[in-house]
């Protein structure tokens, strides 16, 4: 398998540590931001390898907009900004 890349968000509900991976619409949980990124790598992975099994990997990558570069790594759409932003309701 080549490596795939993500990128991986990291908030916290109430005692527990929530984590996602936007680009393939994977999250887990932790009870520190360690455990969470540890627990959405390992979500990822069995995600992946279940694709792979299938044979849909490639078109869920592509689908989900990755690329492969150098053969070697599929890389995901870059986020170039997260922001905290607001809007007034009426």
Same mark, same amino acid.
């Given at each position: 398998m080549k490596d795939v890349y993500f990128d991986t968000l990291i908030w916290k509900e109430g005692n527990v540590y929530v984590s996602y991976c936007p680009h393939l619409d994977v999250s887990s949980c932790g009870d520190t931001i360690e455990d969470a990124r540890?627990?959405?790598?390992? +979500?990822?992975?069995?995600?992946?390898?279940? +694709?792979?099994?299938? $044979?849909? %990997? *490639?078109? @869920? %990558?592509?689908?989900? $907009?990755?690329?492969?570069?150098?053969? *070697?790594?599929?890389?995901?759409?870059? %986020?170039?900004?997260?922001?905290?932003?607001? @809007?007034?309701?009426?």
């Open positions: 540890r627990m959405l790598r390992e +979500a990822v992975r069995l995600f992946l390898e279940e +694709a792979e099994k299938k $044979g849909t %990997l *490639q078109d @869920i %990558l592509e689908e989900s $907009g990755y690329h492969l570069e150098d053969n *070697q790594k599929w890389e995901p759409p870059r %986020l170039v900004s997260t922001e905290f932003t607001s @809007i007034p309701l009426m």
